[in-house]
């Protein structure tokens, strides 16, 4: 999962700079490596991710998927009030009711464009990051001999590593919430279209 290999590049980044601080320049190399690689990775599985959307998109352009028929009801106080911490727990409420009226104003199919843009958006604070990253490397390269000094170089801002670390991982936090919420409202309109009950309520809702 996306999210999973950016945190993951971020704790190899601190575990290189523990590393160095330690004096070990050999473990600190192969920490930072590790970093670049699994951010590299993150930036591929993102790019999965637009494929897919983009699959999506085209299978409900070939099928001619108008949406669900009871979106233009939804009313999105009354449905966040069911979800909230029975399914949304400490919901952004004015994110939730900007993409509630944007569902019943435009449907489902374009709420799922704009999802797409929205991960597209992240895509490009991956090479912030990246280059930030690459520089780092040649920074602790350059101090083998005492990676002590890379350590100082990093603490005191030399290279904008957090800055561009930060702004990534917002983005995709932005992007991934607006995914939960648009899944939580699709998936609460499927099950009242086919007679299935409530999300907040699945529970007590049985097939036969």
Do not use: C
Not at 3 to 29: H, K, P, Q, R, V
Not at 47 to 68: S, T
Not at 70 to 78: G, S
Request: charge should be negative; aromatic fraction near 10%; proline fraction near 3%.
């Amino acid at each position: 999962m996306t999210l999973e290999m950016i945190l993951a590049a971020n704790t190899a980044y601190e575990e290189a700079i523990i590393a160095a601080f330690n004096g070990s320049y050999d473990e600190a190399a192969s920490h930072h490596d590790q970093s670049i690689d699994l951010a590299a990775a993150a930036k591929r599985r993102l790019r999965d991710v637009d494929a897919a959307y983009a699959m999506m998109l085209e299978d409900i352009a070939i099928e001619r998927y108008p949406g669900n028929p009871l979106a233009p009801q939804l009313e999105p106080e009354e449905l966040l009030g069911e979800l909230a911490d029975a399914v949304l727990i400490d919901a952004n409420t004015a994110l939730f009711g900007e993409i509630a009226e944007s569902i019943k104003a435009q449907n489902l199919v374009e709420t799922f464009k704009q999802e797409r843009a929205s991960f597209a958006k992240v895509g490009r604070r991956f090479d912030p990051y990246l280059e930030a990253l690459r520089e780092s490397r040649a920074q602790l390269e350059a101090n083998a001999r005492d990676p002590r000094v890379w350590v100082q170089v990093v603490d005191e801002g030399g290279v904008p590593i957090r800055s561009t670390y930060l702004a990534l991982l917002t983005a995709y936090l932005g992007a991934f919430q607006r995914f939960v919420y648009s899944t939580a409202i699709s998936t609460d309109l499927y099950y009242e279209t086919e007679g299935y009950g409530r999300l907040a309520h699945e529970r007590t809702t049985v097939r036969r």
